[in-house]
Nanobody
């Protein structure tokens, strides 16, 4: 069973930075397009960014100038560098396939931006 373990979240002040990591127990990780999703309080979960097996990236417009997605196929790990964080970035962040394959979500990592 595929398992994704997200880490790196925390409480930061506006303008701060965090780097999220997603470790995947998946032998074919290097063949999969992967993405970061987030779910703000009382809102729907949505895709924020994704990266193809070869490293091509796409980041949603609202955070494109502040978030950077990357991956290390040798470590079966994906990252999300988040700079100049704003209060609207407060959410639980998850990693998963793109498109989704219907599996169970990981536990996510909480990002809270507050002064």
């Amino acid at each position: 069973q595929v398992q994704f373990v997200e880490s790196g979240g925390g409480l930061v002040q506006p303008g701060g930075s965090l780097r999220l990591s997603c470790a995947a127990s998946l032998s074919i990780f290097h063949e999969c397009t992967m993405g970061w999703y987030r779910q703000p309080p009382r809102k729907q979960r949505a895709l924020v960014a994704h990266v193809t097996p070869l490293g091509l990236t796409s980041v949603t417009k609202s955070v494109r100038d502040r978030f950077t997605i990357s991956r290390d196929n040798t470590k079966n790990t994906m990252y999300l560098q988040m700079d100049n964080l704003q209060t609207d970035d407060t959410a639980v962040y998850y990693c998963d396939f793109v498109p989704l394959r219907g599996g169970r979500w990981g536990q996510g990592t909480q990002v809270s931006v507050s002064s």
